[in-house]
């Protein structure tokens, strides 16, 4: 489990202290089948992190059954759910929008980059959005060229999401 190896999303810069990671660990094995089925899923996650004591996931179901599925082995694993975080949205919201002519974001403000030697997605992320955490928004943009967040190679052409609008 490669893309779960370590903290990315806002938020997760803040919670860099040995503590902080130490309780990611704790967290990320006790959720280890949660994390499976966000996985198995297709969910694309963009926070994956440890705030107020509490794990942090949030991300983008591929379907209401999914996001379902996950909720479901949430419950099994805590009822409480008095140590995590969860929020999840549906993407076929936005696959009716562009359906309906909206288009998506990520459509409309994308631009490409070439990796170079020495670049990490978290060199990149920090380069485009002033965020190294964000890395992974790159790495599901990506894909169709990349299985695992660490191994790019100079020469890829990555497509790189547009910066999310703060409001």
Do not use: C
């Amino acid at each position: 489990m490669g893309i779960f190896d370590k903290m990315f999303g806002s938020g997760a810069n803040t919670a860099q202290d040995a503590n902080s990671q130490k309780r990611f660990e704790e967290l990320k094995q006790k959720y280890q089948s949660v994390l499976r089925t966000v996985e198995q899923q297709q969910v694309r996650l963009q926070n994956l992190h440890v705030e107020n004591n509490k794990l942090v996931i949030k991300g983008t179901a591929p379907s209401e059954q999914a996001k379902n599925k996950i909720w479901d082995e949430i419950k099994l694993v805590n009822p409480n759910a008095d140590d995590i975080t969860a929020d999840f949205t549906v993407a076929q919201v936005a696959t009716q929008a562009a359906a309906a002519g909206g288009g998506t974001r990520s459509a409309q403000g994308g631009q490409s980059y070439t990796v170079k030697a020495g670049d990490s997605l978290s060199k990149i992320s920090q380069q485009f959005y002033g965020d190294a955490h964000e890395y992974m928004r790159i790495f599901y943009a990506n894909q169709d060229k990349i299985s695992d967040p660490n191994k790019i190679q100079p020469g890829m052409d990555l497509t790189i999401p547009a910066a999310e609008q703060k409001s």
